[in-house]
């Protein structure tokens, strides 16, 4: 089992900034990706970034150049920067982990996720 912890978000302005942070613990050996998902009120569910075990990463169009994933391997944590933020960003963020970097599906470990809003 893996269980993933949350932290940061919170309330921004439009062009402001936010870091999410996930940390990994438990079995994380079995797992090589980490994905940023995040969900709106009445929108579906969507993967925003993507980043693998070696730091290789990929990124939704709509946050490219604006969002940038890294990881502390050291520390087990994953970090989001989000900058330039929109009010289209305000929505629940996930971090979810899994073993398969070739695969778009979620992996099966969740975070509790975390709630971002922009304001305008």
């Known amino acids: 089992q893996v269980q993933l912890v949350e932290s940061g978000g919170g309330l921004a302005q439009v062009g402001g900034s936010l870091e999410l942070s996930c940390k990994a613990s438990?079995?994380?050996?079995?797992?090589?990706?980490i994905n940023w998902y995040r969900q709106a009120p009445e929108k579906a569910r969507e993967l925003v970034a993507r980043?693998?075990?070696?730091?290789?990463?990929t990124y939704t169009e709509s946050v490219k150049g604006r969002f940038t994933t890294s990881r502390d391997n050291a520390k087990n944590v994953v970090h989001l920067q989000m900058n330039g933020l929109a009010p289209e960003d305000t929505a629940v963020y996930f971090c979810n982990a899994g073993s398969n970097w070739r695969s778009d599906l979620p992996g099966p470990y969740w975070g509790q996720g975390t709630q971002v809003t922009i304001s305008s």
């Open positions: 980043i693998s075990s070696d730091g290789r990463s």
């Open positions: 438990g079995s994380i050996l079995s797992i090589n990706t």
